[in-house]
């Protein structure tokens, strides 16, 4: 059975409620912005090993996702994280309770007879009272960091796939190049790399002429009232793009998306984050 859950509200936001950092749902000022997020509780982030992690751990992570999504069932959720070869976990700094995670699979294929690495990000969920902190994103440009490192030559890519508005803001925001968006064409390389990265591991779900993926078993959504659309969400140009491209998103279809990790990204996705926390 394929499946794969939003990584949604990512980092649900990855990485399905993750928050891409400044979120488009902005408070009406910065200073009432920064008001809220330094009420909220604080998140760490560890990256552990998928074989490392212990039941209780397991269950945490479990209990984090099943309230924000509905239409799987923990057998699912298991058999989805089993193949996984990292998870970062975001804790609550005071309790030490799991708050949120992403799930990450690196795998290599070839694409047109030239290899290509791919950083594939599975379930993704961080709690809404953790929503707009950047542990999930720290976390993650770490992880993309080594898995670039390993392979310097051979281009790499971030394979996501969207149900959720926030989890594709999380690429838009951060990624210098990135797939599909709103502003030009998707080239026929990267539609190439998608169309097989997709393939792969979709199979027949796979809607290569939309760029979506269908589940035919096992559709994940949100639960209703979670990361909702809105007219003033929809000014956002990001936004609006991805619902226009994915409008089942609410019914649990993914939007397929790729972005480059180059040695460039590491220098401008930080200077992203600093420049948004000094905002």
């Not at 993704?124 to 993650?140: C, E, H, P, R, S």
């Not at 990790?261 to 000094?278: C, E, N, V």
Request: proline content about 5%; aromatic content about 12%; some cysteine.
């Amino acid at each position: 059975m394929k499946r794969a859950a939003a990584r949604d509200s990512v980092e649900a936001a990855t990485l399905a409620a993750v928050d891409a950092g400044s979120e488009a749902r902005a408070a009406p000022n910065r200073d009432t912005a920064r008001a809220r997020a330094a009420e909220r509780p604080r998140l760490t982030s560890k990256i552990v090993p998928v074989r490392d992690l212990d039941p209780r751990l397991h269950d945490e992570m479990w209990a984090v996702f099943s309230r924000y999504y509905e239409g799987v069932t923990r057998e699912s959720f298991e058999k989805d994280l089993a193949p996984k070869d990292h998870v970062i976990l975001l804790f609550d700094a005071e309790r030490g309770s799991v708050q949120g995670f992403s799930t990450l699979q690196v795998t290599v294929t070839e694409v047109r007879g030239r290899r290509v690495v791919s950083l594939f990000s599975g379930d993704t969920i961080v709690d809404a009272a953790y929503w707009g902190q950047n542990a999930l994103q720290k976390a993650f440009y770490r992880y993309i960091v080594r898995t670039k490192f390993a392979h310097p030559f051979t281009p790499v890519y971030w394979f996501l796939i969207s149900k959720g508005y926030k989890t594709y803001l999380l690429l838009s925001r951060n990624y210098r190049v990135y797939w599909p968006r709103h502003d030009r064409p998707t080239p026929a390389w990267e539609t190439a790399v998608l169309d097989r990265l997709a393939g792969e591991r979709f199979g027949d779900d796979w809607r290569p002429e939309l760029g979506i993926i269908r589940f035919s078993q096992c559709n994940t959504r949100l639960h209703a009232g979670v990361a909702p659309v809105d007219a003033e969400i929809l000014a956002y140009p990001d936004i609006r793009f991805f619902v226009e491209r994915n409008p089942g998103h609410c019914d649990g279809d993914e939007l397929a998306c790729l972005g480059l990790i180059d040695f460039r990204l590491f220098i401008s996705w930080p200077l992203k984050l600093a420049r948004r926390a000094a905002a």
